[in-house]
């Protein structure tokens, strides 16, 4: 009788040919974040991410998040299902859901964009917003660019 040590299942992050999904939705703060609440719940997201095999983005200003995750199918639902259920925030959207063949933050659990004046901390994975709102990584994740590749 043969005996596997390891099993990878077909979603498994360590099996490239897996079929990749991605979830962009918005939220609004149930009360206003701030830089020590930011980085704590930064630091939740980036540890329970590597755990799932999730990469993604998230974004907060003015009380509003957007935030864009990507990985393994049931991963991502097992994450917004604790998404829907977390009372730090309310009336999440679903901007965007599809699959996707490769993922566009790999090189990160979560990456962050927020106010320009925490980029004095030099936190890695850190994209101070533009004028606009908007940072260089975030655009990887705007809903009308979002297709599949």
């Given at each position: ?14 099996n490239p040919m897996s079929t990749l999904e991605r979830l962009l939705y918005t939220s609004t703060a149930t009360e206003p974040f701030g830089t020590h609440d930011l980085f704590k719940l930064l630091n939740q997201a980036r540890q329970r991410n590597a755990e799932l095999g999730i990469t ?94």
């Open positions: 009788m043969m005996r596997y040590l390891l099993s990878i299942e077909p979603w498994s992050p360590f993604g983005h998230l974004l907060y200003a003015d009380g509003e998040f957007t935030q864009c995750i990507e990985g393994p199918p049931p991963a991502i639902e097992h994450l917004w299902a604790s998404l829907l259920r977390d009372t730090r925030h309310r009336n999440l959207q679903v901007l965007a859901r599809m699959p996707m063949n490769e993922r566009r933050f790999g090189d990160w659990s979560m990456a962050f964009s927020s106010y320009r004046y925490l980029s004095n901390i030099q936190l890695p994975g850190f994209f101070p917003l533009n004028d606009d709102g908007t940072s260089a990584v975030s655009q990887l994740c705007s809903p009308q660019d979002l297709t599949i590749r």
